[in-house]
């Protein structure tokens, strides 16, 4: 809770307390109060995580492990040692049962969640099941041990980079606001739509990079073994292991951070104050530091609050990339495993990091800004902003009351006209005429609104790219059912054995001086001889496949299916298969292959018996591989004699020789030559070609996005307003739930839920929305309304009848629209990439192919084999489609906000 959100005393309150002995005392008191109430918020969001989780029994399942371990030991120490074995499962039964009794596992669900509430705030919930960890010289398992273990090293990395990048940013920013309009302001402009895109995806970028350097530094910040003391020779390994997760944070928030501030002091640099300060001639250090940054502490405590609190839940999705053995990668793991006892810890954990950070911004606001002030009841108050008519606004519903300015209206003939019966065709007509001109008004609104988006170019490229998205989704969705793309992505009828393994697309040829070799198919069953082929045409231009019979004996009939192709490049082939089927009745066929090279030499590849059918693949052929002294098949074959480097261009032949024994007997074979590209967006680690799940992944994002922005900024603004409007419990009761889902910690929660109950994409876009509705939007919307709702047109509406949901829906919320939509265009990235972090978690819909899973498998399967296509295209599209969002929304800004208009 900030200071604006709490009770506004009167003005003559206000000059009391300046009277009052001793200002120690009131802040005494009102940190008591603050710690006080942030310690209840606690408490209601860790029974509200025990309860959550415990209604999969969850935690009834941890209690009951708890007591089978204590027994188990009991009895390994020799426990019932001297009693008969028929005696033993009787006495151990019902010590069992008094223990779980004791527990409290017979008691009735609230009640027993109540109990392990204690628990839940000791972090006392045993032994993790799969953890460990070494603390004062023994090996344990404890949840807290492995906690307080991990804790500094997460504080280490990322609480260090962040508290930097934020100093860095905010001094900076400064200097930037006074050189407004020049290259370097417009530089940080441009990028600034770069702050959309998390951490962990410019990590993937960097990584990618220095592979490729080849620099030595790795790519995460694991260790061999973490130091237990600090010495001067650990310090050139911590940086190494450092860099990468440092300058990632950087470049992440370092542009848009500079932005941001720069607004801010911008809009600070063009108060009355500051002028005056210019023309009694300071000098810009003092001007900046006494007249712009003093004023804008509390806006620059509430970043660095809000920095914190992102840093922690971000802090799972970085350590699980950069191999960071914190906390984030600890609830990492215990995802994984399912380890329940880990999971809640952590999660208790995180609400306690987010309360002590609310904690200490309380504290600095009233330390810092001038405006407030601590009364001897330890509340606080913005003196400037403080009436008497104010406070009885505050205490008693806007509506039981009339103000002078209202019983005028109301005694006007305009106030006195009494009111008509409308006929059901003039209700009719009425809501028509409103209809029409709404749309009208609407459409010349975003007419005027558009024109001047236009005259931002990043706002017209953002506009195009995201035009040009949802069309493609719309497009995807209709051609490839959801069904139909699923069993496709899953391979279910084996649809992708002609595919090459982990190639890259083919547009990489246009960047290439020697083209990547192509896929080239060629069929026997084809009837007239044509060629089936993966690339383009031109890539098996003269490709032909016959078929040829002839008797050679009585009871032995030759079938010679012959390959010809051309090779133009000077690559080698991934590989060569030969599917071979074959329908005989008791003796099977003898398979004989022979290659022929365009400088006409003839390679016999092997002879052997086939089955019904039979798979030749080249790659696996060791007898082969002895034969050409160990060389790689392919490049044998292929190979130039004179340059055993590049594969020798021209035409080549494999002849099958099938000897088939009996009168009906037959063969046919397939040849695939795998290529090393392959389509627009090449194929993955299962030979699946990864154009299926980058085009559904662009409406799962864009559907995740939209939705959760939407549903989540729309609700946050009704229940904002309704809260505003009506005041007293309402009122209270709304910011008491804001702030207990505060501390709860956002992602940590929603794993759990995906972990115990449901793993649909609907669910988690359902929770995604439900802790999102009463987070810090539902405070900003606040204060506004409550200024809002003293304007002169609210009182002129009640003044004439006005219900409270007209003047709510038609005269507050619309009224907003200038501040919400562009956070709620800025908003959308946010979730498209909390989606993609989702599934970087392995958090998402089991069948569903999205972005953020081709990411995990380039991750796992590509990145370190140099297949980096897996991984930058997916990522790059999911930046793309995040920056278009950002600059769409800072242009939509800059248009609304006139103090933000480049002059």
Request: contains cysteine; glycine residues 8%.
């Given at each position: 809770m900030t200071a604006t959100d709490l009770p506004l005393q009167p003005s003559e309150e206000?000059?009391?307390?300046?009277?009052?002995?001793?200002?120690?005392?009131?802040?005494?008191?009102?940190?008591?109060?603050?710690?006080?109430?942030?310690?209840?918020?606690?408490?209601?969001?860790?029974?509200?995580?025990?309860?959550?989780?415990?209604?999969?029994?969850?935690?009834?399942?941890?209690?009951?492990?708890?007591?089978?371990?204590?027994?188990?030991?009991?009895?390994?120490?020799?426990?019932?040692r001297d009693v008969p074995t028929e005696e033993k499962f009787e006495i151990i039964d019902q010590t069992k049962a008094a223990m779980m009794d004791a527990e409290g596992l017979n008691e009735p669900f609230l009640l027993r969640t109540v109990r392990w509430l204690e628990d839940g705030l000791t972090l006392n919930w045993g032994e993790s099941r799969y953890a460990q960890t070494r603390s004062w010289g023994r090996s344990t398992s404890e949840v807290k041990d492995l906690i307080k273990e991990s804790l500094p090293r997460t504080l280490i990395v990322f609480g260090a980079a962040n508290v930097l990048l934020f100093f860095v940013s905010l001094f900076l920013s400064l200097g930037l606001a006074r050189r407004r309009g020049g290259w370097l302001d417009r530089l940080v402009v441009t990028l600034s739509p770069m702050g959309a895109v998390p951490a962990w995806a410019f990590g993937i970028v960097l990584n990618v990079i220095f592979l490729r350097l080849q620099v030595g530094i790795t790519s995460g910040g694991t260790f061999d073994a973490w130091p237990r003391e600090f010495t001067i020779a650990y310090i050139p390994m911590v940086l190494k292991h450092m860099f990468l997760p440092f300058l990632s944070i950087f470049v992440s928030g370092f542009f848009f951070s500079l932005y941001t501030w720069r607004s801010l002091f911008l809009v600070y640099s063009q108060e009355d104050y500051v002028d005056m300060a210019k023309a009694k001639g300071l000098s810009h250090r003092m001007l900046e530091r006494r007249y712009i940054l003093r004023p804008g502490l509390p806006a620059v405590l509430t970043s660095f609050a809000l920095m914190l609190v992102v840093m922690w839940q971000e802090i799972i999705a970085l350590e699980k990339f950069f191999n960071v053995s914190g906390i984030g990668r600890l609830f990492y793991g215990a995802i994984r495993t399912i380890d329940m006892p880990l999971m809640l810890g952590l999660v208790v954990s995180f609400a306690y990091l987010l309360a002590i950070t609310m904690f200490a911004l309380d504290i600095l606001y009233a330390v810092v800004d001038p405006r407030v002030r601590v009364t001897s009841e330890g509340r606080t108050l913005r003196a400037a902003a403080v009436s008497r008519r104010q406070a009885l606004l505050q205490r008693f519903r806007l509506g039981v009351g009339r103000s002078k300015r209202q019983d005028r209206i109301a005694g006007s003939a305009w106030g006195r006209e009494e009111a008509r019966t409308y006929t059901f065709s003039e209700r009719v007509r009425s809501f028509g005429t409103g209809i029409s001109r709404w749309l009208g008004n609407s459409a010349r609104i975003l007419g005027r609104t558009l024109k001047e988006v236009a005259q931002y170019p990043s706002a017209v490229i953002g506009l195009a790219i995201i035009i040009a998205m949802i069309?493609?989704?719309?497009?995807?969705?209709?051609?490839?059912?959801?069904?139909?793309?699923?069993?496709?992505?899953?391979?279910?009828?084996?649809?992708?054995?002609?595919?090459?393994?982990?190639?890259?697309?083919?547009?990489?040829?246009?960047?290439?001086?020697?083209?990547?070799?192509?896929?080239?198919?060629?069929?026997?069953?084809?009837?007239?001889?044509?060629?089936?082929?993966?690339?383009?045409?031109?890539?098996?231009?003269?490709?032909?496949?016959?078929?040829?019979?002839?008797?050679?004996?009585?009871?032995?009939?030759?079938?010679?299916?012959?390959?010809?192709?051309?090779?133009?490049?000077?690559?080698?082939?991934?590989?060569?298969?030969?599917?071979?089927?074959?329908?005989?009745?008791?003796?099977?066929?003898?398979?004989?292959?022979?290659?022929?090279?365009?400088?006409?030499?003839?390679?016999?590849?092997?002879?052997?018996?086939?089955?019904?059918?039979q798979l030749y693949i080249l790659s696996r052929d060791d007898r082969l591989q002895r034969e050409l002294d160990g060389e790689r098949p392919q490049e044998a074959l292929f190979a130039d004699p004179e340059d055993p480097e590049v594969a020798l261009k021209g035409t080549y032949q494999l002849q099958a020789s099938l000897l088939v024994f009996e009168e009906e007997a037959d063969a046919q074979g397939e040849l695939v030559l795998y290529g090393q590209v392959y389509g627009l967006a090449g194929?993955?680690?299962?030979?699946?070609?990864?154009?299926?799940?980058?085009?559904?992944?662009?409406?799962?994002?864009?559907?995740?996005?939209?939705?959760?922005?939407?549903?989540?900024?729309?609700?946050?603004?009704?229940?904002?307003?309704?809260?505003?409007?009506?005041?007293?419990?309402?009122?209270?009761?709304?910011?008491r739930i804001t702030e207990v889902n505060l501390v709860l910690p956002f992602l940590p929660v929603s794993i759990l839920i995906y972990t115990v109950y449901s793993k649909s994409f609907w669910a988690i876009l359902g929770v995604t929305v439900a802790l999102s509705i009463f987070g810090s939007g539902i405070k900003n919307y606040r204060a506004i309304f409550l200024q809002l709702k003293e304007a002169p047109y609210i009182e002129g509406a009640q003044a004439y009848g006005a219900r409270n949901r007209r003047i709510i829906f038609r005269y507050l919320i619309p009224r907003i629209g200038a501040v919400m939509i562009p956070q709620l265009v800025i908003l959308i990235p946010s979730y498209v990439f909390l989606e993609a972090t989702l599934a970087f978690l392995e958090v998402s819909d089991?069948?569903?192919?999205?972005?953020?899973?081709?990411?995990?498998?380039?991750?796992?399967?590509?990145?370190?084999?140099?297949?980096?296509?897996?991984?930058?295209?997916?990522?790059?599209?999911?930046?793309?489609?995040?920056?278009?969002?950002?600059?769409?929304?800072?242009?939509?800004?800059?248009v609304l906000d006139p103090r933000l208009r480049e002059r």
């Open positions: 206000a000059v009391k307390e300046s009277a009052h002995p001793s200002a120690l005392a009131r802040i005494a008191k009102y940190t008591i109060v603050r710690a006080t109430v942030l310690a209840l918020t606690v408490v209601v969001a860790v029974w509200v995580t025990i309860f959550i989780a415990n209604l999969g029994g969850y935690v009834d399942v941890i209690i009951e492990s708890r007591i089978d371990q204590m027994l188990m030991s009991m009895a390994m120490g020799g426990w019932l069309c493609t989704s719309i497009v995807t969705v209709i051609l490839i059912p959801y069904d139909e793309a699923v069993g496709v992505w899953r391979s279910e009828h084996d649809i992708w054995y002609q595919n090459p393994l982990k190639a890259s697309p083919e547009w990489v040829n246009l960047f290439r001086v020697n083209d990547l070799p192509e896929t080239i198919v060629l069929d026997s069953r084809s009837v007239s001889g044509e060629v089936v082929q993966g690339g383009d045409a031109a890539a098996s231009e003269g490709a032909t496949v016959t078929r040829t019979a002839e008797q050679v004996t009585e009871e032995m009939r030759e079938i010679v299916l012959t390959y010809t192709f051309d090779y133009p490049y000077k690559g080698f082939p991934q590989d060569l298969r030969l599917y071979v089927t074959a329908q005989y009745e008791r003796k099977r066929p003898h398979l004989l292959l022979t290659w022929l090279t365009p400088d006409e030499r003839e390679i016999e590849m092997g002879s052997f018996a086939i089955d019904e059918s194929t993955d680690h299962e030979r699946r070609d990864l154009l299926v799940a980058l085009l559904w992944g662009m409406p799962v994002a864009l559907a995740f996005g939209l939705l959760a922005a939407v549903g989540t900024s729309v609700s946050t603004v009704i229940i904002a307003g309704v809260g505003v409007w009506y005041g007293g419990w309402l009122d209270s009761l709304v910011q089991p069948i569903l192919p999205t972005w953020g899973k081709l990411i995990v498998d380039a991750l796992q399967y590509g990145t370190h084999s140099g297949d980096i296509h897996m991984l930058l295209i997916p990522a790059g599209l999911l930046m793309m489609m995040g920056v278009a969002f950002a600059m769409v929304g800072l242009s939509l800004e800059r």
